[in-house]
């Protein structure tokens, strides 16, 4: 089991967690889960005038071994708008635009969408469940 928990955090409201959202999918293979703007193809949606998020952003997908991978789609630009960041305990990488990591099994932690314009991020935590 894959679960998500999504706050939307703009800049006044810095160290509150506004628009919290929850989504969770079984870890069978081609389990799918998005994060975005879109809400008819994504689990947790995004406020719809936060550009700088795509309108499917992120996707997690549970692979044949029953382990997670995230993946930053490729939007409509040909360069982002906003920053991913994934962060495990005290270990944090950079995402590339397009890029796949896998998640740790077993493990928690949490991708950060950052708007490289303002002051607002998309805090995405995750657990993954053995």
């Given at each position: 089991?894959?679960?998500?928990?999504?706050?939307?955090?703009?800049?006044?409201?810095?160290?509150?967690?506004?628009?919290?959202?929850?989504?969770?999918?079984?870890?069978?293979?081609?389990?799918?889960?998005?994060?975005?703007?879109?809400?008819?193809?994504?689990?947790?949606?995004?406020?719809?005038?936060?550009?700088?998020?795509?309108?499917?952003?992120?996707?997690?997908?549970?692979?044949?071994?029953?382990?997670?991978?995230?993946?930053?789609?490729?939007?409509?630009?040909?360069?982002?708008?906003?920053?991913?960041?994934?962060?495990?305990?005290?270990?944090?990488?950079?995402?590339?635009?397009?890029?796949?990591?896998?998640?740790?099994?077993?493990?928690s932690g949490e991708i950060v969408v950052q708007d490289r314009t303002e002051p607002r991020s998309v805090n995405v935590g995750?657990?993954?469940?053995?």
């Open positions: 089991m894959l679960e998500l928990t999504m706050a939307t955090v703009s800049g006044a409201d810095s160290g509150a967690t506004a628009g919290m959202s929850m989504a969770d999918a079984p870890s069978e293979p081609g389990a799918v889960l998005r994060v975005g703007r879109d809400a008819s193809t994504c689990r947790l949606v995004t406020p719809e005038d936060w550009l700088f998020v795509s309108r499917v952003h992120l996707e997690f997908l549970c692979g044949p071994d029953g382990g997670w991978q995230l993946t930053w789609l490729r939007g409509s630009q040909p360069e982002p708008s906003s920053e991913v960041r994934l962060v495990v305990g005290e270990y944090a990488q950079l995402l590339g635009y397009g890029a796949t990591v896998r998640l740790p099994h077993g493990g995750f657990y993954h469940e053995v």
